[in-house]
């Protein structure tokens, strides 16, 4: 099962800024695309919509860590 982190749409993104922005890889932005068939395909992509962001493999997925006193 795939699991998604959600992210809301702001003023002037585009979909490989998105995918830059959680995978530090721009060329991913297809697998953002297909997890959300329902939102057009512009370049820029409306504010206010909620995406779903698949959580790539590990390699794939910038790490979010707790800072060291909150482990």
């Known amino acids: 099962m795939t699991e998604f982190y959600s992210y809301i749409t702001k003023d002037g993104d585009r979909w490989d800024s998105i995918s830059y922005k959680f995978y530090d890889n721009p060329n991913l932005y297809e697998e953002i695309i297909k997890a ?36």
């Open 36 to 71: 959300n068939p329902t939102v057009p395909k512009d370049p820029v992509i409306e504010s206010g919509i909620k995406l779903k962001i698949p959580v790539l493999d590990t390699s794939q997925t910038i790490q979010f860590e707790l800072p060291p006193w909150k482990k």
